[in-house]
């Protein structure tokens, strides 16, 4: 559906009826057919049809200009609120754990997952390691909800576009935003939905705003499985891989990082956890990062790159990008092409 600006509500009457015809493409002899409909309910229903069948949306101004209003104020009268209008062209949703939809959740009909999986374990993971929750207000006190992973876009646009983007359509059918910034060298996977925000919140009891209180949910360290796919969605977005091909990062939650310890532990995963005041860091030897890698999934092109070209080549190359690593990977440039980007880039760097 085409967009429609808010300035638009500051226009005559005049030019506000106009719209529907010059600037939406309805047939004229159909606009004037349902402005001389009598009844205000039948006009209006009529008038959302026809919005309905061309956009498969309801916006409630234009409903009203078609309708011959110059303000969805009688949608309201007629029908008690905007949302009772719309629920007549979209089918309600019922999600689990008696989570209420917005009518935006509605109409791109958002799931939940009824039950915990190794696939929700890793997107959590993801979450604890570069997401983050918001509700924001606007001027009229009007909640929006939002969620927002967050990467370097040098290196992580591949693993956003083709791992995060389809993981969050097949748990939540819903197509996220990717939003790329150059100039910061950021990519930012996100949506809105009030429904989705509200299970990781209420449900999953993930925190909204600073994640210093963080807590991998508990449902997830009961289970193994669920707690080694929660890791692999945390290593592979907070952490790195060292020169020694070692997994090592820091987390300012302590919480999330003493479950970590505990599933380490727990699966005999060798590593080194140093509790500081206010975070933890640890450090994962090569043997025991591979299985990791290897046996746990990870995901990120970012570090299976590194360890595909150490076992192709018997050495790591630093200072190059996942892009140049794929290439390399693919015969489209020499291994002595990627260490002289690598030479020179460590000497720019300096």
Same mark, same amino acid.
Request: net charge positive; hydrophobic share 35%.
């Given at each position: ?16 009826? &106009? @719209?529907?015809? +010059?600037?939406? !493409? ?9 402005? /001389? %409909? $009598?009844? #205000? ?45 719309? &629920? @007549?062209?979209? +089918?309600?949703? !019922? ?9 935006? /959740? %509605? $109409?791109? #009909? ?241």
């Amino acid at each position: 559906m085409l967009k429609i600006p808010k300035k638009w509500r500051e226009l005559s009457l005049h030019e506000k009826l &106009d @719209l529907p015809v +010059k600037y939406f !493409k309805f047939e004229k002899e159909q606009i004037e057919k349902i402005r /001389d %409909i $009598k009844d #205000k309910r039948e006009k209006l229903i009529a008038s959302g049809k026809i919005q309905f069948d061309k956009f498969g949306d309801i916006h409630t101004f234009l409903l009203s200009w078609i309708a011959g209003y110059g303000s969805d104020v009688e949608v309201r009268h007629v029908f008690g609120s905007t949302q009772n209008f719309r &629920d @007549l062209f979209f +089918k309600k949703i !019922k999600l689990p754990y008696d989570i209420k939809p917005s009518w935006m /959740d %509605i $109409k791109r #009909k958002i799931k939940i997952p009824d039950k915990m999986n190794k696939e929700l374990a890793e997107e959590t993971g993801i979450h604890i390691g570069d997401g983050n929750l918001y509700v924001y207000y606007d001027k009229n006190k009007f909640p929006y909800y939002q969620y927002s992973i967050s990467g370097n876009l040098k290196d992580e646009e591949i693993y956003h576009l083709t791992h995060i983007g389809p993981l969050i359509r097949r748990l939540y059918n819903l197509s996220p935003n990717i939003l790329k910034r150059t100039n910061r060298n950021s990519i930012d996977t996100r949506f809105r939905s009030k429904a989705i925000i509200s299970f990781k919140n209420k449900v999953l009891g993930l925190v909204i705003g600073s994640k210093k209180d963080i807590k991998i949910p508990q449902i997830i360290m009961e289970n193994n499985e669920f707690s080694k796919s929660c890791l692999v969605g945390i290593f592979d977005t907070d952490f790195h891989i060292t020169e020694h091909l070692a997994i090592s990062g820091k987390l300012h939650s302590l919480n999330v990082c003493n479950q970590i310890h505990e599933i380490l532990e727990r699966n005999k995963i060798k590593h080194v956890y140093t509790k500081y005041e206010h975070y933890g860091r640890f450090y994962i030897p090569k043997d025991f990062s591979k299985i990791i890698v290897r046996d746990w999934g990870m995901h990120n092109l970012k570090h299976l790159t590194k360890f595909e070209i150490f076992e192709k080549f018997g050495k790591l190359i630093p200072f190059t990008t996942t892009t140049e690593r794929i290439s390399l990977l693919k015969g489209v440039i020499s291994l002595v092409e990627l260490e002289s980007i690598s030479r020179m880039r460590k000497l720019k760097n300096r």
